[in-house]
Protein backbone atom coordinates (compact mmCIF):
# COMPACT_ATOMS: atom_id res chain seq x y z
CA UNK A 1 0.00 0.00 0.00
CA UNK A 2 1.06 3.90 -0.25
CA UNK A 3 3.11 5.44 2.00
CA UNK A 4 0.79 8.13 2.31
CA UNK A 5 -2.48 6.21 3.96
CA UNK A 6 -2.87 6.25 7.34
CA UNK A 7 -3.11 2.63 9.40
CA UNK A 8 -6.23 3.01 9.22
CA UNK A 9 -6.59 2.99 6.10
CA UNK A 10 -4.03 0.51 5.37
CA UNK A 11 -5.75 -2.21 7.54
CA UNK A 12 -9.12 -1.08 5.28
CA UNK A 13 -7.20 -1.59 2.25
CA UNK A 14 -6.03 -4.85 3.16
CA UNK A 15 -9.56 -6.11 4.02
CA UNK A 16 -10.75 -4.26 0.62
CA UNK A 17 -7.83 -6.28 -1.35
CA UNK A 18 -8.88 -9.34 0.87
CA UNK A 19 -12.13 -9.61 -0.01
CA UNK A 20 -12.06 -8.80 -3.63
CA UNK A 21 -9.78 -11.58 -4.15
CA UNK A 22 -11.96 -13.54 -2.51
CA UNK A 23 -15.00 -12.57 -4.77
CA UNK A 24 -12.98 -12.77 -7.92
CA UNK A 25 -12.34 -16.72 -6.41
CA UNK A 26 -15.78 -17.56 -5.77
CA UNK A 27 -16.91 -16.11 -9.44
CA UNK A 28 -18.52 -13.72 -7.19
CA UNK A 29 -16.59 -11.00 -9.76
CA UNK A 30 -16.47 -12.71 -13.17
CA UNK A 31 -13.59 -11.20 -15.85
CA UNK A 32 -14.99 -8.47 -17.48
CA UNK A 33 -16.65 -6.89 -14.48
CA UNK A 34 -16.08 -3.53 -13.74
CA UNK A 35 -14.75 -2.34 -10.10
CA UNK A 36 -16.11 1.27 -9.38
CA UNK A 37 -14.46 2.61 -6.65
CA UNK A 38 -17.72 4.20 -5.11
CA UNK A 39 -19.40 1.22 -5.35
CA UNK A 40 -17.06 -1.08 -3.60
CA UNK A 41 -16.73 1.60 -0.97
CA UNK A 42 -20.17 1.93 -0.13
CA UNK A 43 -20.34 -2.04 -0.40
CA UNK A 44 -17.21 -2.44 1.92
CA UNK A 45 -18.15 0.42 4.74
CA UNK A 46 -14.71 2.21 4.08
CA UNK A 47 -14.14 5.58 2.22
CA UNK A 48 -12.65 5.48 -1.44
CA UNK A 49 -9.01 5.70 -0.97
CA UNK A 50 -8.57 2.20 0.51
CA UNK A 51 -10.38 0.94 -2.15
CA UNK A 52 -8.65 2.74 -4.57
CA UNK A 53 -5.22 0.97 -3.39
CA UNK A 54 -6.76 -2.65 -3.49
CA UNK A 55 -7.63 -1.87 -6.82
CA UNK A 56 -3.71 -0.74 -7.61
CA UNK A 57 -2.77 -4.11 -5.75
CA UNK A 58 -4.76 -6.25 -7.51
CA UNK A 59 -3.67 -4.28 -10.85
CA UNK A 60 0.20 -5.29 -9.66
CA UNK A 61 -0.78 -8.96 -9.55
CA UNK A 62 -2.22 -9.00 -13.09
CA UNK A 63 -5.90 -9.78 -11.89
CA UNK A 64 -7.20 -6.10 -12.96
CA UNK A 65 -6.58 -4.09 -15.86
CA UNK A 66 -7.98 -0.12 -16.51
CA UNK A 67 -9.51 0.16 -20.09
CA UNK A 68 -9.55 3.23 -21.86
CA UNK A 69 -13.26 5.25 -21.37
CA UNK A 70 -14.24 1.75 -18.92
CA UNK A 71 -11.92 1.92 -15.85
CA UNK A 72 -10.96 -1.10 -13.78
CA UNK A 73 -12.21 -4.37 -14.65
CA UNK A 74 -11.32 -7.74 -13.86
CA UNK A 75 -8.64 -8.84 -16.17
CA UNK A 76 -10.02 -11.09 -19.05
CA UNK A 77 -7.26 -13.98 -20.42
CA UNK A 78 -7.44 -14.38 -24.23
CA UNK A 79 -7.26 -18.13 -25.52
CA UNK A 80 -2.91 -18.15 -25.68
CA UNK A 81 -3.10 -17.53 -22.01
CA UNK A 82 -5.53 -19.73 -20.99
CA UNK A 83 -3.36 -22.47 -22.83
CA UNK A 84 0.12 -20.98 -21.18
CA UNK A 85 -1.49 -21.29 -17.64
CA UNK A 86 -2.43 -24.85 -18.10
CA UNK A 87 1.03 -25.64 -19.68
CA UNK A 88 2.59 -24.02 -17.08
CA UNK A 89 -0.40 -25.97 -14.26
CA UNK A 90 0.81 -29.20 -15.80
CA UNK A 91 4.73 -28.82 -15.32
CA UNK A 92 4.65 -27.57 -11.55
CA UNK A 93 1.32 -29.81 -10.64
CA UNK A 94 2.92 -32.90 -12.22
CA UNK A 95 6.08 -32.41 -10.79
CA UNK A 96 4.51 -32.11 -7.17
CA UNK A 97 2.93 -35.34 -7.84
CA UNK A 98 5.93 -37.16 -8.27
CA UNK A 99 7.23 -35.54 -5.34
CA UNK A 100 4.48 -36.36 -2.82
CA UNK A 101 4.69 -39.56 -3.95
CA UNK A 102 7.77 -40.07 -2.83
CA UNK A 103 8.05 -37.92 0.19
CA UNK A 104 4.75 -37.71 1.59
CA UNK A 105 3.98 -39.01 4.92
CA UNK A 106 0.93 -41.11 5.29
CA UNK A 107 -0.81 -38.84 7.08
CA UNK A 108 -0.77 -36.36 4.62
CA UNK A 109 -1.99 -38.95 2.24
CA UNK A 110 -5.04 -39.70 4.49
CA UNK A 111 -6.11 -36.09 4.84
CA UNK A 112 -5.96 -35.49 0.91
CA UNK A 113 -8.07 -38.83 0.52
CA UNK A 114 -10.19 -36.75 3.62
CA UNK A 115 -10.31 -33.90 1.39
CA UNK A 116 -11.41 -35.92 -1.69
CA UNK A 117 -14.71 -37.49 0.49
CA UNK A 118 -15.47 -33.77 1.11
CA UNK A 119 -15.23 -32.71 -2.60
CA UNK A 120 -17.57 -35.86 -2.92
CA UNK A 121 -20.55 -34.76 -0.26
CA UNK A 122 -20.35 -31.11 -1.22
CA UNK A 123 -21.69 -31.70 -5.14
CA UNK A 124 -20.94 -29.62 -8.02
CA UNK A 125 -20.30 -25.94 -7.43
CA UNK A 126 -18.41 -23.55 -5.64
CA UNK A 127 -18.03 -25.58 -2.49
CA UNK A 128 -16.48 -28.34 -4.38
CA UNK A 129 -13.89 -25.49 -6.45
CA UNK A 130 -13.49 -24.57 -2.84
CA UNK A 131 -12.59 -28.12 -1.39
CA UNK A 132 -10.73 -28.67 -4.86
CA UNK A 133 -7.93 -25.66 -4.55
CA UNK A 134 -7.96 -27.59 -1.01
CA UNK A 135 -6.83 -30.46 -2.37
CA UNK A 136 -4.18 -29.62 -4.98
CA UNK A 137 -2.68 -27.27 -2.34
CA UNK A 138 -2.02 -30.00 0.25
CA UNK A 139 -1.13 -32.12 -2.45
CA UNK A 140 1.58 -29.48 -3.30
CA UNK A 141 2.80 -29.08 0.46
CA UNK A 142 3.00 -33.05 0.20
CA UNK A 143 5.73 -32.75 -2.28
CA UNK A 144 7.81 -30.38 0.19
CA UNK A 145 9.88 -27.99 -1.95
CA UNK A 146 9.23 -24.76 -1.10
CA UNK A 147 10.99 -23.26 -4.38
CA UNK A 148 8.02 -25.34 -6.18
CA UNK A 149 5.30 -24.13 -3.61
CA UNK A 150 6.21 -20.54 -4.30
CA UNK A 151 5.87 -20.63 -8.39
CA UNK A 152 2.72 -22.86 -8.32
CA UNK A 153 1.09 -20.14 -5.75
CA UNK A 154 2.14 -17.37 -7.78
CA UNK A 155 0.15 -19.50 -10.94
CA UNK A 156 -2.50 -19.87 -8.94
CA UNK A 157 -3.33 -16.26 -8.93
CA UNK A 158 -3.77 -16.04 -12.01
CA UNK A 159 -5.77 -18.49 -12.28
CA UNK A 160 -8.45 -17.00 -9.81
CA UNK A 161 -9.68 -14.95 -13.58
CA UNK A 162 -9.75 -18.06 -15.73
CA UNK A 163 -14.03 -17.46 -14.81
CA UNK A 164 -16.63 -19.83 -13.52
CA UNK A 165 -15.83 -23.14 -12.28
CA UNK A 166 -15.77 -26.03 -13.99
CA UNK A 167 -16.52 -28.27 -11.32
CA UNK A 168 -20.19 -26.18 -11.63
CA UNK A 169 -20.92 -28.91 -14.62
CA UNK A 170 -22.11 -32.25 -13.19
CA UNK A 171 -19.96 -34.46 -16.35
CA UNK A 172 -16.93 -32.50 -15.45
CA UNK A 173 -17.60 -32.88 -11.39
CA UNK A 174 -17.86 -36.36 -11.74
CA UNK A 175 -14.90 -36.68 -14.29
CA UNK A 176 -12.63 -34.60 -10.89
CA UNK A 177 -13.87 -37.13 -8.51
CA UNK A 178 -12.58 -40.41 -10.36
CA UNK A 179 -9.20 -37.99 -11.39
CA UNK A 180 -8.67 -37.35 -7.63
CA UNK A 181 -9.13 -40.97 -6.93
CA UNK A 182 -6.69 -42.01 -9.73
CA UNK A 183 -4.10 -39.53 -7.92
CA UNK A 184 -4.45 -41.36 -4.42
CA UNK A 185 -4.23 -44.24 -5.67
CA UNK A 186 -0.65 -43.68 -7.11
CA UNK A 187 0.20 -41.70 -4.08
CA UNK A 188 -0.63 -44.56 -1.49
CA UNK A 189 1.44 -47.21 -3.77
CA UNK A 190 4.47 -44.63 -3.82
CA UNK A 191 4.44 -44.44 -7.34
CA UNK A 192 6.16 -41.33 -9.12
CA UNK A 193 5.30 -42.62 -12.64
CA UNK A 194 1.85 -43.07 -12.36
CA UNK A 195 1.05 -40.06 -9.72
CA UNK A 196 2.75 -37.97 -12.25
CA UNK A 197 0.42 -39.38 -15.16
CA UNK A 198 -2.67 -39.16 -12.92
CA UNK A 199 -2.38 -35.21 -12.42
CA UNK A 200 -1.56 -34.73 -16.01
CA UNK A 201 -4.70 -36.66 -17.15
CA UNK A 202 -6.56 -34.59 -14.57
CA UNK A 203 -5.04 -31.37 -16.01
CA UNK A 204 -5.53 -32.14 -19.19
CA UNK A 205 -9.57 -32.92 -18.35
CA UNK A 206 -9.86 -29.56 -16.58
CA UNK A 207 -8.24 -28.01 -19.21
CA UNK A 208 -10.39 -29.41 -22.19
CA UNK A 209 -13.85 -28.36 -20.07
CA UNK A 210 -12.07 -25.05 -19.98
CA UNK A 211 -11.73 -24.47 -23.57
CA UNK A 212 -15.77 -25.96 -23.95
CA UNK A 213 -16.82 -22.80 -21.71
CA UNK A 214 -14.59 -20.28 -23.24
CA UNK A 215 -15.65 -21.53 -26.82
CA UNK A 216 -19.52 -21.39 -25.37
CA UNK A 217 -19.10 -18.16 -24.00
CA UNK A 218 -17.96 -16.81 -27.78
CA UNK A 219 -20.82 -18.20 -29.16
CA UNK A 220 -22.80 -16.78 -26.74
CA UNK A 221 -21.12 -13.17 -27.20
CA UNK A 222 -21.88 -13.95 -31.19
CA UNK A 223 -25.28 -14.23 -30.83
CA UNK A 224 -25.65 -10.83 -28.56
Known amino acids: MSDDLTSGENLQGNAAYGALLMEIREGRLSPGDRLRE ?37 RKLDYSEVMELYEMRSVLECTAARMAAR ?16 IARAGKGIEASRLNRQFHRALLEAAKNR ?29 AISEHAAILDALRARDGDSAENAMRA ?23
Open 103 to 118: VASDVEITELAAICEE
Open 147 to 175: FLIKSMLALQKAMLILGRTTLADEERFES
Open 38 to 74: TDLATRFGVSRTPVREAIRQLEADGLVTHLPRVGASV
Open 202 to 224: HISAGQRARIRALRAELNHSALL
